[in-house]
């Protein structure tokens, strides 16, 4: 675990939706008595402030994951990968900001920002924050392209200058994972 703010290059994610509430608006799993998958719980207990971030392996931190995660804790992720390793960092209602060290290794052009949560359903809209950042990776690294993913399991393409493509968290999981997933996304 380990914290960080952004520097110069400015790397700062947001949500579109301003308002008075904290997240979704919808109750959070553990409100309505439903408990969420334990690695889940264990990754949420890992970060508990905004700016904090785990470490794992490039195919840690699915969208599935973080979208199970910001509808719990009614926040932001981003998942940022760098070679075989990536980060989930947490950020708090309203963005999500990017540690020093890790936007560095993004300006190198040995990174990219897979995707970011919005804690709001269907906020699929990227911020002005998200499309400047875009911007300055497409300039710096030539990514052009990252995901949103919402807690209602919704996901966009986006690009510096909007949507272009929108569609639902689509995963392979195992029979076990999938029972999970159908009773905390509403399924039968």
């Known amino acids: 675990m380990g914290t960080g703010y952004h520097g110069g290059f400015g790397g700062t994610l947001g949500s579109t939706y301003e308002s008075n509430t904290n997240g979704s608006g919808e109750p959070s799993y553990s409100d309505r008595g439903i408990t969420i998958p334990d ?5 949420l207990g890992e970060m508990p402030h905004k700016g904090d971030y785990v470490t794992g392996t490039k195919s840690d931190f699915s969208m599935t994951d973080v979208s199970v995660m910001s509808k719990e804790s009614k926040v932001e992720f981003a998942k940022v990968t760098i070679g075989d390793k990536s980060y989930l960092i947490r950020g708090d209602s309203k963005g999500t900001v990017i540690p020093d060290h890790i936007m560095a290794e993004l300006k190198k052009g040995s990174g990219k920002l897979e995707f970011h949560s919005h804690p709001h359903n269907d906020d699929l809209v990227p911020s002005k924050a998200d499309r400047l950042l875009m911007r300055k990776l497409s300039k710096t690294t030539g990514q052009k ?10 996901t966009a393409i986006f690009s510096e200058h ?13 029979s076990d994972m999938k029972k999970i997933y159908q009773r905390l996304f509403g399924g039968k």
């Open 39 to 43: 690695n889940l719980k264990d990754l």
């Open 145 to 154: 392209t990252s995901t949103i993913v919402t807690p209602n399991g919704k």
């Open 162 to 174: 909007g949507v272009f493509e929108t569609g639902t968290v689509h995963e392979i999981i195992d």
